[in-house]
């Protein structure tokens, strides 16, 4: 079946690096691909989203492409803040409607 | 305040227990869902209501009972868990339940068995 992989956690940075979460997902067909975050005790949002080849989805800071030549849709901010703490959540939708979630990266951003 | 409640935050049961997790979204959507998340696993759908309808279970076992008495309220019923049952579940909503990008989650329910 489909299916989506991320790199494990945690990732550990301290404010202002560079932030790349890995994440490649099954090449059946043509997924839409997303991002949520989980933020500290809440459940998850929406971060962003790409839903073509080459399209970049953008929010918050946070940049992804979609890649259709390595499958792949990683996730990348410029400068990371402590608020940006969370776990993020990479998820392809097939056609069957459903989003497929990986299994979470926890990120820890340090002062 | 996502407009999704869950309650209560934290449960701890006895496998023996009976106990029920409540879900209330206050967003007009039509469909809710269940999902489980444990450390390591990617997150698992459970069950998803359309209308109050029941549209899937993904095979979830019948010691979890899910219950839609109307569009706004979702409730998941517990008993007999075992210890791997332990977990935070998620409620989410959505307007449509096609479109399932704009999800909509509460802050989950963290779930011990002991």
């Known amino acids: 079946g489909n299916s989506v992989t991320q790199m494990e956690g945690p990732v550990t940075l301290s404010e202002e690096a560079f932030l790349t979460i890995n994440c490649t997902y099954t090449a059946t067909g043509y997924p839409s691909l997303f991002w949520y975050v989980q933020y500290p005790g809440e459940g998850l949002q929406l971060l962003l989203k790409?839903?073509?080849?080459?399209d970049k989805g953008s929010n918050k800071g946070f940049e992804a492409t979609y890649r259709k030549e390595t499958t792949s849709f990683h996730l990348e901010k410029g400068s990371v803040q402590v608020s940006d703490s969370a776990v993020y959540f990479c998820?392809?939708?097939?056609?069957?409607?459903?989003?497929?979630f990986g299994t979470g990266t926890r990120l820890q951003v340090f002062p | 305040e996502t407009g999704v409640t869950q309650t209560p935050r934290h449960l701890v049961m006895g496998m023996t227990n009976k106990k029920s997790l409540k879900c209330e979204q206050h967003?007009?959507?039509?469909?809710m869902y269940w999902y489980k998340q444990s450390a390591k696993k990617p997150l698992e759908l459970m069950f998803v209501y359309n209308f109050k309808e029941q549209t899937e279970n993904n095979s979830v076992p019948s010691r979890f009972s899910p219950e839609c008495p109307n569009s706004s309220h979702l409730f998941l019923h517990l008993h007999t868990l075992q210890p791997e049952d332990s977990a935070l579940y998620l409620c989410?909503?959505?307007?449509?339940?096609?479109?399932?990008?704009?999800?909509?989650f509460g802050s989950g329910t963290q779930l011990s068995v002991l």
């Open positions: 967003l007009g959507h039509n469909a």
């Open positions: 998820a392809p939708r097939y056609n069957t409607d459903k989003l497929i």
């Open positions: 989410a909503s959505s307007q449509d339940g096609q479109e399932v990008e704009k999800l909509f």
């Open positions: 790409a839903t073509k080849a080459d």
